[in-house]
């Protein structure tokens, strides 16, 4: 089963980016070294075809490397051929969107890394000038994917092309479809007292007090912050802009001049100070250190005598899961959405709420293990990524294991792609009818690629 979205790469490899400009009247571009190919006004690179390559060429043979690299190039024209007529039809990448995909993709890298500290070790320069170089890349892959929806945003398919597109699959070549399962968490957090709050705010208090007398803000965030994303980085923060980070954060840093340390403020993830190193435009870099209102024995008790109450009523069919996760879940501060979906864990892949069981994080999988379908776990208490303790219940509502697909289990799936291949035939066409009417030119002479003969056009 096709991926629809195959030829609009994601990989961020070679960042180098060229573009033919035009004076007058349109003259074709002329081959320069480097350049592989030009579609249009866009040119694909070397440098970016052979970091493309390389993603490819693991382990496979001589001939299987030459049809790879063939199909490679075939798709990086045709993203071309995306992006040169997004650029003909003005479509337009809003900033915010750019910052906001850009950000997802660090915080995403982060994550595989173990760290920020982690992440700029492994590329070998700092997050921002990152950020700098994947941002034309990520520009053009927008762009792109813009213009992909643009010529499937009429695209609808029925109940009776979902069954014609299963019953056109050979048995044999039906996929086997992994463990699925659907799991929902319910977490509860301790409350702070007011007493814990004006505490954390006496500490930070002084923290900025020292920091006006002179002291290195840097040092005192590596000493003193309770965030563990910044806490090695001094307190520095990724750059970000507007609506990337929670109200209170935001305001505070739009309204600081560089270089000026804000008075104590709380969000909700506790009370901070804060650093602007710069802003550009609508962006801004800054430093901050987070203190959080820390919980008291009788604090966690509470919490305790709660969570067990909703296991209990969870157990005795007294109340759905749904109601709740809606009723007595504390505000998940990362996934706002995550009481409209009934605390359930997203494929990450389909947004769907049956998942791949490899998806869930380690912890829940072996939450899962010991579950049956319908079944709730005991109340534990677990850590969260920013360093809180919670109580938690993991809801196992369905478990399906590995079978090959079928219309009964796997509809969702099989509608989804089957849209796609629907999807796929449009952009086809598509792709069919405007390479005739587009300077296209492939140097790439040491491939002997079949598929390429029918691009060139004058």
């Not at 790469?9 to 033919?20: E, M, N, S």
């Not at 005795?316 to 996934?335: P, R």
């Not at 997203?346 to 998942?355: A, E, N």
């Not at 109580?391 to 219309?407: C, D, E, G, T, W």
Request: proline share 4%.
């Amino acid at each position: 089963m096709r991926v629809i979205l195959g030829l609009i790469f994601t990989l961020i490899g070679g960042v180098a980016q060229a573009q033919i400009k035009q004076s007058g009247p349109y003259l074709p571009p002329q081959y320069v070294d480097g350049v592989v190919a030009v579609v249009g006004s866009k040119i694909i690179l070397q440098s970016d075809f052979e970091t493309e390559k390389m993603q490819l060429t693991k382990g496979a043979t001589l001939k299987d490397s030459q049809v790879s690299h063939c199909k490679l190039l075939e798709d990086m024209i045709i993203q071309k051929l995306l992006l040169n007529q997004a650029e003909l039809d003005s479509l337009v990448v809003p900033e915010d969107q750019l910052e906001s995909e850009i950000d997802n993709r660090l915080r995403y890298y982060q994550r595989q890394a173990g760290s920020m500290a982690e992440l700029e070790k492994y590329l070998g320069k700092t997050v921002n000038e990152f950020k700098e170089d994947i941002r034309p890349k990520m520009k053009e892959q927008l762009l792109a994917k813009q213009m992909y929806g643009e010529i499937t945003k009429n695209i609808r398919i029925s109940p009776q092309e979902v069954k014609l597109y299963y019953d056109s699959i050979p048995q044999d070549s039906l996929p086997i479809v992994p463990t699925e399962v659907e799991v929902g968490q319910l977490m509860i957090e301790p409350q702070i007292t007011q007493e814990a709050k004006d505490f954390a705010k006496m500490q930070l208090e002084d923290i900025r007090a020292r920091v006006m007398r002179g002291e290195s803000f840097e040092k005192l965030a590596r000493a003193y912050s309770m965030d563990p994303g910044s806490k090695s980085q001094g307190g520095m923060l990724p750059e970000f802009g507007r609506g990337e980070m929670v109200p209170a954060f935001e305001r505070m840093a739009f309204r600081l001049k560089p270089d000026s340390i804000s008075p104590i403020f709380e969000s909700d993830f506790g009370f901070h100070i804060m650093k602007l190193v710069k802003r550009r435009g609508e962006r801004v870099v800054a430093m901050h250190i987070l203190i959080r209102a820390e919980n008291t024995t009788e604090d966690f008790k509470i919490a305790s005598m709660r969570v067990d109450s909703v296991y209990q009523y969870l157990q005795a069919g007294k109340i759905s899961w749904c109601d709740a996760v809606k009723k007595y879940a504390t505000e998940d501060k990362y996934n706002r959405d995550a009481k409209g979906n009934c605390g359930f864990i997203l494929d990450p892949m389909t947004g769907m709420q049956k998942t791949t069981f490899e998806y869930l994080p380690s912890d829940v999988k072996k939450t899962v293990d010991n579950l049956k379908p319908g079944e709730f776990s005991q109340p534990e208490i677990i850590t969260t990524q920013d360093g809180r303790s919670v109580y938690r219940i993991v809801y196992l509502k369905s478990f399906v294991a590995p079978h090959q697909a079928n219309l009964i289990q796997d509809y969702s799936r099989i509608q989804m792609e089957a849209e796609n291949r629907k999807k796929q035939k449009a952009v086809d066409t598509w792709v069919y009818k405007h390479r005739t009417k587009t300077y296209i030119r492939i140097k790439a002479r040491n491939l002997d690629c079949e598929n390429l003969t029918v691009w060139e056009h004058e």
